[in-house]
């Protein structure tokens, strides 16, 4: 059996290692448009900033390491082309400029995403910048360290745009970050978005909600980001507004994709056609709560998505118990976490649901250093049945936010939650945890 694999990053070398194990003879050919493999995309902020110099430890195995494995790994090499019917390929090499063909028996495609590059004037020009992929990282590791380099204006209040801009502050760089809508960090609840902006805005960073970028110019005394309040001056521009599933080149295959073009799949991870499965920012998912496909473009995901789909190509019939959108960021100095049905969410479902904002520490105050803890649960009205929750704090919020995530997979109560056993002891957590008063607060 000989089996492609498009896409060496998370959700692709997951799949040709399962696969692998599983099929010790199987013919495995991994094609990657990039320079690296299985890197963690997500700690490139980090390295950018300074938390890491070496971008090795971002590479969680080697290209030799698959080669011990009899993985075939081609680098710089682009599939331009699927042909379901012939099973057959079309690759370009982006060092030589070949084009060549290959065939398959089972096709795996992790295509990963691209990042949106907005319909605004000077959006692709010189001096604006995107985070994506590990070759990304390597340059703009070099580039923000000029000393020409001042006034960085990030646009996107996502994530990546959020994490750059602590790097960039961390570097001694004045950050203005623009949000087009009405809050940053949009998949958080609005309390949590606004204690992240109230921290971002504490430790330097301009941050202005609402502002829309009509155009990006270059000025007689430098680069210029147009909006409808006002022109800001900046050194460099880096674009973060999201991203977008790398499919374009599946348009005429008869893969079913959803609107924004990412690649529907089951359970299974298998597509619409036999014989190929997908898995990763390039596809959706089940999310748990919701009981439909969702679009979370999370490592997390990819990893368990791909490890699944790697195993269903050895002939398993493995499924995916599904997603909560489980995430989690830092802000400086606050960490916050979310997880399941967010208010928007149990309102677009039509659930009848009701919500509890609650304050607690996360030890008792005869230990030192207790620090404080927002705590945001939604749960269904007359059940009380947890289906989303919130964490921001100081510390030990994200691990919080894990028990309520195990909380909504298991579909516990608030009733339930709030009489779980948990540790206690003073340096860790009260009599009552945080969890605890948050669950027992929710009536």
Not at 248 to 263: E, H, K, Q, S, V
Not at 336 to 349: I, K, N, S
Request: with cysteine; aromatic share 6%; net charge negative.
């Amino acid at each position: 059996m000989k089996a492609i694999v498009i896409g060496g990053v998370a959700a692709g070398m997951s799949a040709a290692s399962k696969l692998r194990r599983v099929l010790p003879e199987a013919e495995i050919r991994v094609y990657e448009r990039g320079s690296f493999l299985s890197y963690g995309a997500c700690g490139l902020p980090y390295y950018i900033g300074g938390a890491n110099d070496d971008p090795a430890l971002l590479i969680a195995r080697t290209r030799e390491q698959y080669r011990k494995m009899n993985i075939d790994t081609r680098l710089r090499c682009e599939v331009t082309h699927v042909d379901p019917a012939a099973k057959r390929l079309t690759v370009r090499s982006l060092e030589s400029g070949e084009v060549f063909e290959d065939t398959y028996d089972r096709l795996m495609i992790a295509a990963g995403a691209n990042s949106v590059m907005p319909k605004i004037p000077g959006a692709d020009s010189a001096g604006v910048f995107y985070l994506r992929s590990m070759e990304d990282g390597l340059f703009l590791h070099e580039f923000v360290r000029l000393p020409e380099v001042g006034h960085v204006a990030v646009i996107g209040g996502g994530a990546i745009g959020v994490e750059m801009a602590e790097a960039l502050v961390n570097l001694g760089k004045r950050v203005t970050l623009l949000e087009g809508g009405k809050r940053i960090l949009s998949p958080y609840e609005p309390e949590m978005s606004e204690l992240a902006a109230q921290e971002m805005e504490r430790h330097g960073v301009r941050v202005l909600v609402g502002a829309r970028v009509s155009a990006i110019e270059e000025g007689p005394e430098g680069r210029i980001v147009r909006t409808a309040g006002e022109d800001i001056p900046c050194d460099m521009v880096l674009m973060a507004v999201g991203v977008v599933p790398a499919t374009d080149f599946l348009r005429d295959t008869g893969i079913r994709m959803a609107r924004n073009g990412a690649i529907l799949v089951d359970r299974e991870m298998r597509t619409s056609i036999e014989d190929i499965w997908a898995a990763g920012d390039c596809a959706t998912v089940y999310h748990r709560e919701a009981q439909e496909d969702y679009f979370i473009p999370l490592g997390t995901v990819a990893n368990k998505c791909g490890r699944i789909a790697g195993g269903n190509m050895a002939g398993g019939h493995e499924k995916f118990i599904g997603a909560l959108g489980t995430s989690a960021i830092k802000v400086f100095s606050l960490e916050m976490g979310r997880t399941g049905l967010g208010e928007a969410d149990a309102a677009r479902l039509g659930i009848r649901y009701k919500t509890k904002l609650v304050t607690a520490q996360d030890h008792p105050s005869y230990y030192p250093n207790p620090a404080k803890l927002v705590i945001k649960l939604i749960y269904e009205e007359g059940t009380r049945r947890l289906l989303g929750a919130c964490a921001c704090g100081e510390k030990n919020a994200v691990l919080r936010c894990d028990l309520f995530a195990l909380a909504i997979h298991n579909n516990m109560t608030t009733d339930e939650l709030g009489m779980v056993d948990l540790a206690y002891a003073p340096p860790f957590a009260g009599v009552w945890d945080a969890v605890h008063i948050a669950a027992n607060a929710a009536k």
